[in-house]
């Protein structure tokens, strides 16, 4: 946007100002390359702990053909698995959360497991041979848990652990004290969105557009917004608020009875700040609360936007009141986006459309397409290859790339 202050690690001016190509937003065979380089290999925000306080409760992900299932333990520890039963492949849980109280049993024949995850039993043993109970235990799924969130990862990948890809925001995090947070009310919202999971985050990844569509939010901070580029996997976006009441109710109630959050530094106190975490997830933080909202392909021309806010500890009636406001907030501007995304998803289909040209403040979206390009070099090519060819290229294309450097 047209206020945001210069940012020292602004990209200069040169910059290659393209975006990717048209077709890598409907691309079915792309998406199976996307699907197993970034969706299989990035690490995932399940939850929080906060979401899973007694043992037998558990939280689901389903993304990219995976399902994960993370459980509470009876010993207070928290692990991951797939969720596939290791008899015919059936979820041995349903649903996006709930508990299972002493053992989880699958639905299809019954095989059960106990909250470590080993296998306790099964229908008509002596139909089957004998079962070590670890070996056909539930497949354990690659998790870390960094202040309190709830990561997990269904293949090796490139990023290092969490709290190492997350390392350089270590200190200005830590007084948020996430790790401290509880679970709100409301279940985690999730919306569809009739676009690739791409449009949706080029939209959320720069701050350019906020004066124009985001009159909440501009109201709110839209003098002192700026973003920060892609960085090893992490971004950084953050606002002190403008001064002064403002006009539209949400904004003008927030900024009247938000609190003072003495723990936060005074430059933290009136300010939300977004980590975006490489490909598709942004955390955000806020005097009255944490948020991390994320999307995912359901095809090639459909997203699923997934999110959960959480509250501070011992949350007194003021700050509930003030979390309420910064999430309807939210809300608006979240609608105002999804609108954005159609119309400039649908541009990429039209015959008209010849690429786009960014903005110098537009380095959040070049900076995620670079490190799109440097995993998924085939996305480079201005025309797309032939959906038997696309891994075949992109592989010749990594090796050039490889040769060259």
Request: proline share 7%.
């Amino acid at each position: 946007m047209s206020e945001a202050r210069p940012n020292p690690t602004e990209t200069p001016r040169g910059w290659n100002r393209s975006g990717l190509p048209g077709w890598t937003y409907s691309s079915d065979a792309l998406l199976e390359l996307e699907t197993d380089r970034l969706f299989r290999r990035h690490w995932q925000i399940v939850c929080h702990v906060a979401d899973m306080p007694e043992p037998g409760d558990f939280m689901t992900l389903d993304v990219a053909g995976e399902r994960g299932l993370v459980i509470r333990g009876r010993d207070g520890a928290v692990r991951a698995f797939h969720n596939l039963c290791r008899h015919r492949g059936s979820r041995v849980v349903a649903g996006e959360r709930g508990n299972v109280s002493g053992a989880i049993v699958c639905p299809f024949h019954g095989w059960t497991y106990d909250l470590t995850g080993r296998l306790r039993g099964v229908a008509q043993p002596r139909s089957l041979p004998e079962l070590d109970p670890v070996e056909w235990g539930l497949k354990p799924l690659e998790m870390e848990i960094w202040h309190g969130f709830v990561f997990v990862r269904f293949a090796p990948g490139p990023q290092p652990s969490v709290a190492d890809l997350m390392a350089r925001h270590a200190e200005e995090i830590a007084p948020y004290q996430p790790e401290t947070l509880g679970a709100t009310d409301g279940p985690f919202w999730s919306d569809p969105a009739p676009v690739n999971w791409k449009a949706v985050r080029d939209v959320d990844n720069e701050g350019y557009h906020v004066a124009m569509a985001h009159p909440g939010l501009h109201e709110l901070y839209g003098r002192y917004y700026y973003d920060e580029p892609f960085v090893d996997g992490t971004s950084r976006s953050f606002a002190t608020f403008n001064p002064g009441a403002g006009r539209l109710w949400s904004v003008q109630r927030y900024k009247k009875i938000l609190p003072e959050a003495d723990w936060l530094p005074e430059s933290h106190r009136r300010a939300w700040l977004y980590i975006g975490i490489f490909p598709n997830a942004v955390v955000s933080f806020y005097p009255d609360s944490v948020n991390f909202y994320q999307e995912f392909p359901v095809s090639a021309g459909e997203s699923r936007v997934r999110g959960a806010t959480y509250r501070l500890p011992d949350e007194s009636r003021e700050w509930r009141a003030a979390r309420y406001l910064s999430g309807r907030i939210d809300a608006i501007t979240a609608e105002e986006d999804k609108q954005l995304t159609i119309w400039a998803a649908e541009a990429t289909r039209s015959s008209a459309y010849d690429g786009v040209i960014l903005s110098d403040l537009e380095y959040g979206v070049k900076s995620h397409h670079d490190q799109l390009r440097a995993l998924l070099p085939v996305v480079t090519l201005d025309e797309e290859p032939r959906a038997e060819d696309m891994a075949a290229v992109n592989e010749r294309l990594a090796t050039e790339r490889i040769g060259v450097e």
